[in-house]
């Protein structure tokens, strides 16, 4: 009993490792029901980049471009998202900001090498949706920063997806 106890402990635990990166969260709910979620390939950048002006310096500095939204109607469903994208913010990403209202949460963190920001991450939940917005590259942490103050991120987020010609819910890549 107890070495079968043990075995499950260590499937759990692995399966909620297996979690903490971008690769294998977006892997793992591409396909769930309701997500839509996108992956923009490098030609379509200068499509992207015209959301704003203050976006296309960004994105002519990435390298991976992805966006997820998916439904967060229950407290279940927000308790969940919340605690995965907690997992991503505490294990390698150092947190820049984060804004709690009960449930509700917009937090941005980020990687860093040395003087360059490597990746931003972008997490917003308002109780009815939750979305991700991840890029990978080489930016300016100033740069980062001043978007992060002007919430210019979000504008990105609400913007990409008519911006892709995706305007249809529960499109998947």
Same mark, same amino acid.
């Given at each position: ?15 909620? /490792? !297996? ?7 977006? #892997?793992?709910?591409?396909?769930? =029901? &309701? @997500? ?5 390939? &490098?030609?379509?950048? !200068?499509?992207?980049? $015209?959301?704003?002006? $203050? ?12 966006y997820m939204q998916f439904p967060s109607k229950t407290e !279940?469903?927000? %308790?969940?998202?919340?605690? &995965? ?6 294990s390698s990403f150092i947190e820049v900001f984060r804004k709690?209202? #009960?449930?509700? %949460?917009?937090?941005?963190?980020? %990687? $860093? ?5 490597k990746e931003i991450l972008i997490y917003n939940n308002d =109780?009815?949706? /939750? !979305?991700?917005?991840?890029?990978? /590259? ?5 740069? @980062?920063? #001043?978007?992060?103050? =002007? ?11 008519? &911006? ?8 998947? =890549?």
């Amino acid at each position: 009993m107890k070495k079968l106890f043990s075995i499950l402990c260590m499937g759990l635990l692995s399966a909620c /490792g !297996s979690y903490n990166s971008i690769d294998s969260f977006y #892997e793992a709910h591409k396909n769930d =029901n &309701q @997500v839509t979620a996108i992956r923009v390939p &490098q030609f379509m950048f !200068s499509l992207v980049s $015209e959301i704003s002006p $203050e976006m296309k310096s960004l994105v002519g500095n990435t390298r991976d471009l992805r966006y997820m939204q998916f439904p967060s109607k229950t407290e !279940s469903q927000t %308790r969940f998202l919340n605690t &995965q994208m907690n997992n991503f913010a505490t294990s390698s990403f150092i947190e820049v900001f984060r804004k709690n209202d #009960e449930l509700k %949460r917009n937090i941005i963190s980020i %990687r $860093e090498k040395r003087d360059v920001v490597k990746e931003i991450l972008i997490y917003n939940n308002d =109780n009815a949706t /939750g !979305s991700f917005l991840y890029f990978n /590259g080489n930016f300016d942490p100033l740069k @980062v920063r #001043e978007l992060a103050k =002007n919430n210019q991120f979000e504008k990105f987020s609400k913007g990409l997806i008519p &911006q892709m010609g995706l305007a249809t819910p529960g499109i998947t =890549n």
